[in-house]
């Protein structure tokens, strides 16, 4: 490679590299594997020690992956998510050196030994696949956590990590605890937690998470603390930073902050010399896959505090700790024939039938392939060899095509025309990568998927689970939502293995239902692209489904947040006669189909007296906003006046509105510092 070649070639590496650093520390949403941006990152590495004159002063291999989030930035749940107050990290958060390499590891080895004349050893730790965290204690009491942000500067994430259970809001008082002090560690999301919530975001119409690192990620930076809450997130803490030294090895330190009540991993090990240290990998390469949670590598750290002092930094990561990553485990198989599965959605999506192989423990003979274009993309033929992968994901997928092995018998994958249920004509928008089977109330696997839709948690919460549902309908006895409140007590018990008291629990489930405030009947309808804060923002909006049945598109589009697409899709929903009459049957039943009095109810007193001006766009809908204020005794207020004493300002909160505001010196407050003035 010539100067003017190694020129382009770091320069288009570099720019690769950086929109991949975007993808995966902002936008939650990497679009390549780890592997191979490990890999784009040593080729950098190797060709800057070639050509240092033509590597850049903050080039990748030099710096620390942001998760800082820009108002430009799209995510994949944008109007959840909003700036975060930024603080100044006391000590530089950086990342670790990492590598796929025995050889390399054994380097690193050497490299440590050559650089320190005291004795020493490795303390081994498992590498959680989650999203970094660095907590401050004061006093024993949490006071703030942020993200790693570019390595300096950091979002405040305090009142979510706060939901997170198993990290302690007070410590244990004992005489080891200094005043103050950083932990650092992981928050990560077992897989239960992830397949659960994938499984609602399916539901909901939102793309699921790629892997459970970015639900993680994702899930801290939501701007809603309840949410949080909900999504199960569970945190691994592995690096104490004291003002002055309280031990003399970092695995005491470890120890200490394991008595003061901190989540400290099980799972760690002294390792005496690098021999042992390759003991420890292959076990656990082995064994991590029986693991609750994800893990991608192990860490390897000096383990005297005084032998890492001397070895240092470099200026993106320590010279005592290095990470050995897992390569992703791929098998080679042969393609035998492509099923089409129809969601609860209408999405249809193609699986792949493979002829049996062992992929990370376990027989993989099915893997998804998405949509069309991935198909297209990849280039797979029914026949042809491919490369099946289990990363961070539960369900294999496949990456590639070895098309050296391709033979001339190999058929294209002919997307199916027709619903291969239903038999109606597929349709796809022009924005979506899927095939929709449109024909929602009379699809098998539409109206199965309506039923567990509405009997779910946030929903109607009744008693019940697929199993149920599917002994019901294939008996003949729901087809209609409405149909589950006419069951009688003998049509349950001839269900197989029905016995007296589960009727009873089951019907006693659907008559507790029957409580269900409007806005959760609203979002259990499953209106397309309904969910749960979009049917909240309807119900206080409209306050009952008959006016909200008599809307017209140019009303609905009236409403923040209601769209061109969302507005269509509730106005042909109302336009449905067989919707009017199923409706018609839930207020006989008794479900509340409109908003309670009581749901105006007073909460606090908190904000009497206070005139609270909003603008922009908030995690909740406006109304909901508007409508918490109320709750809590304060006034909302239509304009900036000299009456106004907070303004709330959204993201994109209208700029003449902040003028005024700074002109009146009205406070201008975030929407996270408005739940604090509400919060007990
Ligand atoms: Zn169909």
Same mark, same amino acid.
């Given at each position: ?61 030099? %710096? ?7 108002? *430009? ?14 603080? %100044? ?15 390399? &590891? ?118 809603? #603390? ?62 991590? @896959? ?43 198989? #042969? ?30 003979? @099915? ?165 749960? %804060? ?22 609905? &589009? ?10 269509? *899709? ?84 209208? #700029? ?25």
């Amino acid at each position: 490679m010539n100067k003017k070649e190694a020129k382009i070639k770091i320069e288009q590496l570099t720019q690769t590299i950086r929109e991949h650093n975007h993808n995966y520390y902002v936008l939650n949403s990497p679009t390549i594997t780890d592997f191979e941006y490990d890999i784009l990152l040593a080729d950098l590495a190797q060709l800057e020690k070639m050509f240092p004159q033509f590597a850049y002063p903050d080039s990748p291999t030099q %710096t620390v992956g942001s998760d800082l989030f820009k108002q *430009s930035d799209n995510t994949n749940e944008t109007h959840k998510q909003k700036s975060f107050l930024q603080h %100044t990290h006391k000590y530089p958060m950086l990342s670790l050196s990492n590598t796929y390499s025995i050889e390399e &590891l054994n380097s690193f080895n050497d490299r440590i030994i050559k650089g320190t004349s005291g004795e020493f050893n490795y303390s081994c730790e498992l590498k959680f696949d989650g999203t970094a965290i660095c907590l401050t204690y004061k006093n024993g009491e949490l006071v703030r956590a942020l993200t790693r942000g570019d390595g300096s500067i950091g979002d405040d994430v305090t009142l979510n990590v706060k939901q997170i259970k198993s990290i302690p809001h007070t410590l244990k008082n004992s005489p080891t605890l200094p005043d103050e002090f950083e932990i650092r560690g992981e928050i990560y999301m077992p897989y239960s937690a992830f397949d659960n919530l994938n499984y609602q975001r399916e539901l909901e119409e939102e793309p699921p998470f790629a892997n459970p690192r970015n639900a993680a990620a994702g899930s801290l930076k939501q701007l809603d #603390p309840e949410i949080v809450k909900e999504r199960g997130l569970e945190c691994t803490l592995y690096h104490l930073i004291t003002p002055s030294p309280i031990a003399q090895t970092h695995w005491e330190a470890l120890q200490l902050a394991k008595e003061w009540g901190l989540p400290i991993s099980e799972h760690s090990r002294i390792c005496n010399d690098i021999n042992e240290v390759f003991n420890y990998i292959n076990e656990w390469d082995t064994k991590r @896959r029986e693991l609750p949670f994800a893990t991608d590598g192990i860490v390897i750290k000096v383990n005297q505090l005084n032998v890492q002092q001397s070895l240092g930094y470099t200026a993106k990561s320590p010279r005592w700790a290095t990470a050995f990553k897992f390569k992703p485990e791929q098998a080679l198989t #042969p393609l035998l024939s492509v099923d089409y599965q129809v969601g609860r959605t209408g999405a249809v999506t193609p699986v792949a039938n493979l002829e049996p192989v062992q992929l990370s423990g376990t027989m993989v003979k @099915r893997a998804s392939l998405h949509n069309a274009d991935q198909i297209e993309l990849l280039d797979i033929k029914i026949g042809d060899y491919v490369y099946v992968e289990k990363g961070g994901e539960i369900i294999p997928k496949i990456t590639g095509v070895e098309k050296g092995k391709r033979e001339e018998s190999v058929k294209d994958i002919v997307f199916p025309t027709q619903c291969p249920v239903c038999g109606a004509t597929l349709v796809r928008d022009t924005d979506e990568a899927k095939h929709f089977c449109p024909n929602s109330d009379n699809c098998p696997p539409q109206i199965k998927g309506k039923f567990i839709h509405f009997i779910s948690r946030k929903a109607m919460a009744i008693n019940a689970g697929e199993a149920t549902i599917e002994q019901l309908y294939n008996k003949g006895l729901i087809y209609s939502l409405s149909d589950l409140y006419s069951i009688k007590e003998e049509e349950l018990l001839s269900l197989d293995k029905w016995k007296e008291k589960s009727v009873k629990n089951f019907l006693d489930s659907l008559e507790k239902s029957k409580n269900v405030p409007f806005e959760r009947v609203l979002y259990a309808l499953g209106i397309r692209h309904v969910g749960e %804060t979009t049917a909240k923002s309807l119900a206080y909006a409209y306050k009952s489904i008959d006016n909200l049945a008599d809307a017209t598109k140019e009303d609905l &589009l009236q409403i923040d947040e209601i769209g061109e697409k969302l507005a269509d *899709s509730i106005v042909n929903y109302f336009m449905d006669s067989r919707h009017i009459q199923m409706i018609g049957e839930m207020k006989q039943a008794g479900l509340k189909l409109s908003i309670d009095s009581s749901a105006n109810a007073i909460e606090s007193e908190k904000l009497k007296g206070l005139t609270i001006v909003i603008s922009g766009n908030f995690s909740i809908s406006r109304e909901e906003l508007k409508k918490t204020i109320e709750k809590h005794s304060g006034k909302v207020g239509s304009s900036i006046s000299s009456n106004t004493n907070y303004m709330v300002a959204g993201e994109k909160c209208g #700029p003449s509105k902040l003028q005024k505001a700074e002109k009146l010196g009205t406070k201008i407050i975030s929407e996270e510092e408005f739940y604090k003035l509400i919060q007990d």
